[in-house]
């Protein structure tokens, strides 16, 4: 599964992982999570994301 990263702090979004304080459980790919998902570290959007070189 493909990792994204936020383009404003850095922070990597691992689908292995998830985010447990956003309630997203491993398992769900970047693509997959709800519009409504922000970056727990800076609070931007997925618009602000883009894949992990």
């Known amino acids: ?10 922070y990597i979004y691992d689908p292995e992982v998830g985010d ?6 491993p398992g769900i790919t970047f693509d997959d999570l709800p519009d409504y998902w922000v970056c727990p ?3 931007f959007n997925k618009d602000n994301f883009s894949t992990e070189v």
């Open 1 to 10: 599964m493909k990792k994204y990263v936020c383009e404003v702090c850095g």
């Open 41 to 43: 570290i800076c609070s």
């Open 20 to 25: 447990s304080d956003g309630g997203i459980n």
